[in-house]
C-alpha cells in the first residue's frame, strides 16, 4: 500500500516567518495530495489539494508544491500568523477515496 | 448545513467490553470513512463505505472491529472485547461521492479510552 512519510514532526517559527513541510509517498500512481490542519481538540479541515498535473497550487498565504518524479509534495506557509499554530496532515491518495496520511507536523508559531 | 456528526465525543471502558460508536454524516453524502488516530500519531484508515456497502474493509485491525452502515446514513463502528491498544480518537468523514468530490468532512471524533 502506499506510505506517506512527514517532516519535520515539530516547527517552531517566529511570527512573521515562512513555514515548509515536506512528505514523500511511495507509489508512484498517487494522484491526490491533501494538506489537511488539526488545532488542538478539533477536527482535521481540509486547507488545500494538489492534483498530480499540476505542480504548484497556491491559495493566499498557503501555496503547495508536488514534484512527481521525486515522489514529494511540500506546503509552504508565508508570513505565518498565531492562527496557524496547529498540527498539519499531508495525505495522499491512489484511488479516490482512500486516503494514506503522513505522521503530522507540530507547527507552533512564536509571538 | 450541519456538519458530520459523531457519538459519543468519550467512551470509558473496561477491556473486554463491547463498545459502539456511530457516526452521522453529511446528508447527502453517500460515501463515509472511519479512521483511527492514536496520539501523536496520524490518521489510519479503518473502512470505506460507498451506500450501504463497505468495498474496501483492509483497515480494520482484527476480526474484532466491524462497521455497518443503513439507509445510506449513519455508520456504526464496533469494537467487540476491547483491548488498551484500541484506545485512540475514531474519525468518521464523509465525502459527496463520485470522481470530482475529493475533500473529506470530518467529524470531531469519539475519544475512546479502554481501562
Known amino acids: 500500500g502506499e506510505n506517506v512519510e512527514q517532516h519535520p514532526s515539530t516547527l517552531s517559527v517566529q511570527e512573521g516567518d515562512s513555514a515548509v513541510i515536506k512528505c514523500t509517498y511511495s507509489?508512484?500512481?498517487?494522484?491526490?495530495f491533501p494538506w489537511y490542519k488539526q488545532e488542538l481538540g478539533k477536527r482535521p479541515q481540509l486547507i488545500i489539494d494538489?492534483?498530480?498535473?499540476?505542480g504548484e497550487k497556491k491559495d493566499q498565504r498557503i501555496a503547495v508544491t508536488l514534484n512527481k518524479t521525486a515522489k514529494h509534495f511540500s506546503l509552504h506557509i508565508t508570513e505565518t500568523q498565531p492562527e496557524d499554530s496547529a498540527v498539519y496532515f499531508c495525505?495522499?491518495?491512489?484511488?479516490?477515496?482512500?486516503?494514506?496520511f503522513g505522521a503530522g507536523t507540530t507547527v507552533t508559531v512564536r509571538a | 448545513g450541519a456538519g458530520v456528526s459523531q457519538s459519543p465525543s468519550n467512551k470509558v471502558t473496561e477491556k473486554g467490553k463491547d463498545v459502539e460508536l456511530r457516526c452521522d454524516p453529511i446528508?447527502?453524502?453517500?460515501?463515509l470513512y472511519w479512521y483511527r488516530q492514536s496520539l501523536g500519531q496520524g490518521l489510519e484508515f479503518l473502512i470505506y463505505?460507498?451506500?450501504?456497502?463497505?468495498?474496501?474493509k483492509s483497515g480494520l485491525p482484527s476480526d474484532r472491529f466491524s462497521a455497518e452502515r443503513t439507509g445510506g446514513s449513519v455508520s456504526t463502528l464496533t469494537i467487540q472485547r476491547t483491548q488498551q491498544e484500541d484506545s485512540a480518537v475514531y474519525l468518521c468523514?464523509?465525502?459527496?461521492?463520485?470522481?470530482?468530490?475529493?475533500?473529506?468532512?470530518f467529524g470531531p471524533g469519539t475519544r475512546l479510552t479502554v481501562t
Open positions: 507509489d508512484s500512481a498517487s494522484n491526490y
Open positions: 495525505a495522499a491518495s491512489i484511488q479516490d477515496y482512500k486516503l494514506s
Open positions: 468523514a464523509s465525502t459527496p461521492g463520485g470522481q470530482s468530490s475529493y475533500e473529506q468532512y
Open positions: 446528508s447527502g453524502h453517500t460515501a
Open positions: 463505505f460507498q451506500g450501504n456497502s463497505a468495498p474496501d
Open positions: 494538489i492534483r498530480s498535473n499540476v
